[in-house]
């Protein structure tokens, strides 16, 4: 079966489904309402800083130590430059 076919079908059966439901009469209030798209936004930001915590931080961490491995081993070490103090002594 296509692809375009299963589709279809998916939609005649949902929208068989959707004649065979009752009203809720239900009220929900701003308040509620603020509430639940609040959840949703903390729930998706929840999720991207997970991402960003759990594995785009130890990735860059392991590319700066490969970047780190691939200078020459005969350089010396990088000393910073002498205060001011200490050109005095």
């Given at each position: ?17 959707s004649?065979?439901?009752?009203p ?14 609040g ?14 915590g ?24 990088h ?7 200490e050109?005095?002594?």
């Open positions: 079966m296509k692809h375009g076919n299963l589709t279809v079908i998916f939609v005649i059966i949902a929208g068989a489904f004649m065979w439901a009752t809720a009469f239900a009220y929900v209030g701003p308040g509620a309402g603020l509430s639940a798209v959840a949703f936004l903390a729930l998706i930001m929840g999720v991207i800083l997970a991402f960003v759990f594995i785009w931080y130890p990735v860059k961490r392991l590319l700066r130590k490969g970047k780190a491995a691939g200078a020459s081993p005969n350089e010396p070490p000393k910073p430059n002498a205060t001011s103090a050109e005095g002594a």
